[in-house]
């Protein structure tokens, strides 16, 4: 698995806390020169050189020119080996998507489009300081499917400041009406120093209350189910075979590589995250210091229940016992005891599985199952 981090935005939105410069575009082809260094230099890092998936992530990729997309993939191609059917997703702003740039994308390779839609309300947009309308959204939606993408996936956000059940029952139905097989519907976060914490903090906004957010993620699971959408992971809906293989390789603690500043990598038992920085990114061909957090045993199990408790498929105890013991996995029999009775986790077959109502509170429930 490879992720690629583009580190490029046209503007800030205000609750994003990703890594990414609004100034440095100009820079891109020699972003993508440093990029393709950092891939020469890690690509065996990975236990294999094959890749199952790629994901082209930011940032916004698709503020690349398109001479730098296509060197990219040359660069990705030059040093992997693409497997047979592998899923190549690159995210991109609707606003960006034009037939010349579906076109390149096709010709790399791309097979599926993550477009960063977040509301179908053009007030909502402008409050998040979205670059894009809800028209451009849809129209880039269709534009895509009609030149043959096979798979499109929305992100959208509930519990916005100022949204209302109705703004989002209408983003639901909207969203759902269109050519896509994958949804990414999550609940807003206030990240630290984001403008978004500022603007709460002094009161200029305010969120949805708990009970509205509530409403709003009934109203998700109910409206995705009648479109024959599977609830697969806490904020991942799709329809059959349309789950996101790449995202779902992070839930199976599988190891990947991170190219680019802010990207991490996974071996398996450590952890690499590349500096924050661009022109330092630049300057050193991609062959920046990186951190290295080695995972003692008890993360290593916290991180194997966290990824497994994500999704549907769930915590096997067995799987768990064979890999931690049998003292770790008494623990988690005995911490999910109250989450069991009260309804926020089930237990069936050996398998612990948040419930729709759990994953509401997923953050609550998942600590209370982490080895301190
Ligand atoms: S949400 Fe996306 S487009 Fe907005 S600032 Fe963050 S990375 Fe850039």
Known sequence: MLYIHIPFCQQRCIYCDFYSTTQSIDKA??????AENEMRHRSKELPTTQLSSVYIGGGTPSLLPHEAIRQLFSAVRTNFTLSEGAEI????????????????LISVGVNRISLGVQSFNDQQLQLLRRRHTANQAIEAVHLIHRKGIPHISIDLIYGQPQQTLASWDNDLNT????????????????????PLQRLIKN??????????????????CEATRKHGFLHYEISN?????????????????????????GAHSYDGASRHFNPLNLQDYINKQGITHRTTEVLSEAEQCNEFVFTALRTSNGLNMDEFEK???????????????PHIQNGNLSLTERTLCLTETGIFV???VLSDLMHV
């Not at 997703?89 to 390149?104: K, Q, W």
């Not at 809906?237 to 990947?256: E, T, V």
């Not at 890999?323 to 005891?337: E, L, M």
């Open 175 to 194: 969203a759902l009406s269109l050519p896509v097989d994958h949804l990414s519907a999550y609940a807003l976060s206030v990240e630290e120093a984001t």
């Open 362 to 364: 997923s953050n609550d």
């Open 203 to 220: 009161q200029t906004l305010s969120l949805p209350s708990d009970e509205t957010t509530w409403h709003m993620y009934q109203h998700l």
């Open 89 to 104: 997703t690159f995210e991109a702003n609707p606003d960006d998507i034009t037939p010349e740039l579906i076109d390149v």
């Open 237 to 261: 809906f799709c329809l059959p075979n349309a789950h996101s293989r790449h995202n779902s390789g992070y839930w199976q603690s599988r190891p990947y590589l991170g190219i680019g500043p």
């Open 29 to 34: 082809l020699a972003y993508v020169h440093a």
């Open 323 to 337: 890999r931690f013991g049998s003292k770790p996995a008494s623990n988690i029999r005995t911490w999910a005891q």
